[in-house]
């Protein structure tokens, strides 16, 4: 696991014969042989991977690691293309902007979900003039249930959830001013978008799968069992009723009033 996590172009392999003889252990001594490209396929890769996290994960990866470039954020190319193409798509349904998106959503489990009205309750406090709602066709009613919850105010209010292709949804991203979600790959779509984003966390672990950049925020809360990284919640969701709408607005307001697309 540790060598699988890493990126290709460090992965040891075709070397791995030469680095671990039948029946040695591998040493991966110099940054050269860590260089090597090919597959994980091998049974010696394998076993290469099942000893270093036995035995030496930590010397293997200081080797590997520090070879990373240095990244502050992860960022799609043609971001320019896909926000004028999102702001014509919005035009054509009649929205107008500034917008923010909303993706309550979540396709691995329960346990990663916000309460709705709670993603409905930081939308109405950034006041935008219009809040769109993405997610799946499974995931529409919970969008209806946000939209609801909503349309109780003065915001115009829209739910995509299953009409958008995955084009149409990044472009519609792009589009957003502001973007509020779980952990989700809508998440890291609406980051690597640079567009500001406020994602809730509470099963997972941010630290691994959060997303990055100056216009990212996590807010999270302790909770003795997170991240559990568990599907469905066995007890009383703690971790994420424990998330105020009060925190979260004010983090997402930070963001609306300092980045205007």
Known sequence: RALAVLKPQYVVASRVVKICPQGSSPSFPTLKAARQLASLNSPRVQLAI???VTSHVA?????L???FPETDAIR??????????????????????????VSPGAAYGNAKRWLPERFAAVAQTVAPRAVVLFGSAGERPLCDTVAESLRRGSVQVRNLAGETTLGEFTDLVAACRLFLTNDSGAMHVASALGVPTVAVFGATDDTTTGPTGPLARVVREHAECSPCLLRECPIDHRCMTAVTVERTAAVALELWNGHAN
Request: hydrophobic share 45%; proline share 3%; charged share 20%.
């Open 50 to 52: 099942s000893w270093s």
């Open 59 to 63: 010397s293997l990866t200081s080797v």
């Open 65 to 67: 690691v520090e070879r």
């Open 76 to 101: 799609l190319e043609g971001i320019g293309q896909a926000r004028a193409a999102g702001a014509k798509h919005l035009a054509r349904l009649g929205i107008e902007g500034p917008v923010v998106g």
